[in-house]
């Protein structure tokens, strides 16, 4: 097989059509219809093998998370995910892992309705790139810098799950059989939250999705808005598998760990009461987890109310693995 077979045969024949597409794979580039008063919105990530997940991974894994990060990103704007490119470095020809890849990556793609439009394919280390596209009202992006003293904070689904599954999968840690199967599927299909994003437009004066740690994202918003803020570690979102883990292992990286792709984001507090309708028809739960106060850093009071420092020598050992 040569590289236009590969094309032909793995990437020409994506499941996804989307009528704003005028042209797709097979020509020089794709050309694209947007919605009319929509802004564009662009976001890539790479990932590449040993780095940013085992290259023992499923390969079906792999395919769905290069998707999953670059959705999460779009979520983490309110956009709505429309079309994507591909750039794959192989080492080798592999039909059998190929078919593996294409079935996790276009499984996300359908359920989102994302449509690959192009790409580039060469041999070498085993690398991933995807850029995605999406589309969103003219004005209505939420960005990291629009949060006030005062507003709420809020993080969807769960933290830390990831943080565990990836523990497991590196045999630091052993896990128990019946929340296996949950936490590794945090780690390697995580859901990104388009819907909660889009719902949050108008809404949410900042947001951002975890993908390196609640602390350092939430960082982010509160560098990038000018404010700091109060958090209280027991009121973070933990599942039900993850609670029964950690208390096992003694460490606790729901703060500190990333990988989960919740979103984590602000609302003005004379809005808060907005949230509940918005998000009705959306399964995923969201906390409230702190408030933004003016004074710069971050405050992670415990449960006595004392500040909370993450201890770094219980994860450190998660090394290489850690993405960036
Ligand atoms: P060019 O030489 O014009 O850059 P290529 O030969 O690299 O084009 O690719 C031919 C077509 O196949 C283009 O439409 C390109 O976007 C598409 N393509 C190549 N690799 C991929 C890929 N990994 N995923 C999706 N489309 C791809
Ligand atoms: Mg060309």
Redesign the pocket.
Known sequence: MN??E??RR???R?PVVRDDVRC???????VLAPAADHELVVSTDMMVAGVHFPEDTAPEHIGWKALAVNLSDMAAMGAEPAWF????SLPHLDPVWLDAWCSGLYALATEQRVQ??????TRGPLTVGIQILGQLPCGTALMRRGARAGDRIFVSGTLGDAALGLAGRQRRLRLPAEFSEYLHARLERPTPRVAIGQALRGLATACIDVSDGLAADLGHILAASGTGARIELDRLPRSAAYRAVQARVGWDPAVSHGDDYELCFTVAPERVAELPARLRTIECPVTEIGVVEPAAGLRILDRAGLPYRPAHTGFDHFGAAETE
Do not use: C, K, V
């Not at 690959?116 to 394919?121: A, E, F, N, Q, Y």
């Open positions: 590289e236009f590969i094309i793995y990437f020409a994506q797709g794979i097979g020509d020089d580039a794709a490119t591909l750039n794959i690959l439009i192009g790409g580039d394919t």
